[in-house]
């Protein structure tokens, strides 16, 4: 089996030397996204709720290139700069995750993000 690297259009570029995300078999890894406006590389941060929809419409970029959706995820890491954010980060993710079976999830408070990002988002789903 080998790995296949998702080509993604309406999503961000890498900020350095990886991949966006990973095929591999029948899962896909998806790499840490934030909340940056695809076209102009502007982070989209006016509050935490609109920098986390953006964040999760990259993702959703992400997911589609490789043929899978939110539906499909089994594992969310969530880094924030401020834990105290975690209440409306929580609202904005229960949009994109309503099913019953919600994915694992991990979420962390970090110093810093890349860009001055508040939220960054990576997941592994099934295609």
Do not use: W
């Amino acid at each position: 089996m080998k790995a296949k690297e998702i080509k993604v259009k309406n999503a961000p570029p890498p900020a350095g030397p990886y991949s966006t995300g990973i095929a591999f078999g029948k899962l896909v890894f998806c790499s840490g996204q934030i909340g940056l406006d695809p076209k102009t590389g502007t982070l989209i941060n006016p509050d935490i709720e609109t920098e986390a929809e953006q964040t999760f419409k990259n993702l959703s970029a992400v997911l589609t290139s490789a043929k899978s959706d939110f539906g499909k995820v089994l594992k969310v890491e969530v880094f924030l700069t401020d834990m105290n954010d975690f209440a409306k980060m929580n609202e904005v993710y229960a949009k994109y995750f309503p099913g019953k079976v919600k994915p694992v999830r991990t979420t962390v408070e970090v110093s810093r993000l890349p860009k001055g990002a508040h939220i960054e988002i990576a997941c592994i789903a099934y295609i």
